[in-house]
């Protein structure tokens, strides 16, 4: 039976986990989740994800939430442990380090951000709140420029090598790329240049292409 | 072979939740204190360390980490793995989940309450009892999935204890001293698992090191 992960492809942390499924290349099924609808909340969801959000995650009896933990048992059971590097204590670590970063400051600055620009609008008929979003534009500054700092002495995050901690940055970096806001990163040409490399490797443009299409579906 | 060190104030739930796991794992380390309010996490040394500026950090060999859950996951895979669900896939990846949700649903709440109610006042201001009150609901939402978890496993990864129990323990150390407590009074399987995660020796041991008021010295 194919694993299968539920919610909306548009959605970050969606789209997280179905990108780890494409570098594995193991085959899966995408269950739509109607969140207009309140389906997230429906007592059948929250069954598979508690907390009434998505995704979850199904492989035969073992049910998931939470992107991260998803991605990382896909890799492990895919044949992506090079993205982990858990058999290198030293390289495994650096790759939680830039993973708690990509949670603790990307995400949590990218995500008002989208909300405000592209979900207010979008979906709920409502103006984007420009004071939400300037403050988060300089917390993603000032995290930026740390990224511009590691960057300029390692080829990814973790080191030279690419990994989970990349990766898991595409999808907020996709909404910040076609969203009003992309020219923050002109200031910072090595994080510039390594987001277009994660962008371009084929497992993300497909998830890339799944993201728009449900957009354009709404 | 020189010792592990931790850098930082171990008042910080996220420096206590790097020494809690060195405790459990019985790695000795060295705690190199630093001084929140002398400013020495914004100093360059320390930036060396931790671009961000923040603790806790730890050096192990040449090895030089930053952010608790990161270095919690090294101690424990390096020292006591385990407490991460051994080779097991689907324990693994359980004990994953709950290592997420507690740094995405348990914290943001759970924090927010020791925030206000705990370390405002010590810096002479009130709480803002608006964000007390969300933040204590949607604690109340959290902690009803926890008891729940609870009583299909003893633990919240399963039936045996794991990182993802023990990373709840500091913050929960703080705000079980606030009014707020009564939320984990009133679920029976939840408060049975605070008590026995707050009497396991590691966690006493760091918990000396963790006095209510922050170790801010009381107002006259």
Known sequence: MAMKVYGPAASTNVARVLVCLEEVGLDYELVPVDMTKGEHKSPAHVSRNPFGQVPAFQDGDLILSESRAISKYILRKGGGSHLLREGNLSEAAMVDVWLEVESGQFDSAMSPIVFQCFVVPMFMGGTTDMKVVEENLEKLKK???????????????????????????????????????????????????????????????????????????? | ????????????????????????????????????????????????RNPFGQVPVLEDGGLTLFESRAIARHVLRKYKPELLGGGDLAASATVDVWLEVEAHQHHPAAGAVVKECVVSPLLGGAPDQAVVG???????????????????????????????????????????????????????????????????????????????????????
């Open chain 1, 143 to 218: 995290s930026l420029e740390v990224y511009e700092a590691r960057l300029s002495r390692f080829k990814y995050l973790a080191g030279d090598f690419v990994s989970l901690a990349d990766i898991s940055h595409f999808p907020m970096a996709h909404y910040l790329l076609v969203g009003p806001h992309a020219s923050v990163i002109d200031a910072y040409p090595h994080v510039k240049a390594w987001i277009a490399d994660i962008m371009s490797r084929p497992s993300v443009k497909k998830v890339t292409e799944l993201m728009e299409a449900a957009i354009r579906m709404n």
């Open chain 2, 1 to 48: 072979m020189a010792p592990v060190k931790v850098y930082g104030w171990a008042v910080s739930p996220f420096v206590a939740r790097a020494l809690l796991c060195l405790e459990e794992a019985g790695v000795e380390y060295e705690l190199v204190p630093m001084s929140r309010a002398a400013g020495d996490h914004r100093r360059p040394e320390h930036l060396a």
């Open chain 2, 134 to 220: 969300e933040n204590v609901e949607k604690l109340r939402r959290v902690l009803e999935v926890y008891e729940a978890r609870l009583g299909r496993s003893r633990y919240l990864a399963g039936d045996l204890v794991s990182l993802a129990d023990l990373s709840h323990f500091p913050i929960m150390r703080y705000f079980m001293d606030t009014e707020h407590a009564a939320l984990v009074e009133a679920l029976p399987r939840v408060k049975a698992w605070w008590e026995e995660l707050a009497a396991r020796p590691a966690a006493r041991k760091v918990a000396e090191l963790m006095p209510p008021n922050f170790g801010f010295s009381k107002k006259p």
